[in-house]
C-alpha cells in the first residue's frame, strides 16, 4: 500500500528534478539550486512515508 508520504515525496521529487534541469538549460543557478532542494525534500519526504508502511506492516 502507498501512503499520502510516499506519493508526496514522488511528486516533490519530480518537481525538483524538472527544474533543476529548466535551471541548467536557462543558466539559471538558483532554478537550479531550488530543483536540487526539492528532490532532497522529496527523498526525505517519501522516506518518511516508506518508513510509516514498515512500522505499519509490522503491527
Do not use: S, Y
Not at 539559471?28 to 512500522?55: F, L
Request: aromatic share 0%; proline share 0%; no cysteine.
Amino acid at each position: 500500500m502507498v501512503n499520502k508520504d510516499q506519493v508526496e515525496g514522488l511528486a516533490k521529487q519530480a518537481k525538483g528534478a524538472v527544474k533543476q534541469t529548466a535551471g541548467k538549460v536557462l543558466g539559471d543557478r538558483k532554478m537550479q539550486a531550488e530543483g536540487a532542494v526539492g528532490k532532497v525534500a522529496g527523498k526525505v519526504q517519501k522516506g518518511v512515508g516508506d518508513a510509516r508502511e514498515t512500522v505499519k506492516k509490522a503491527l
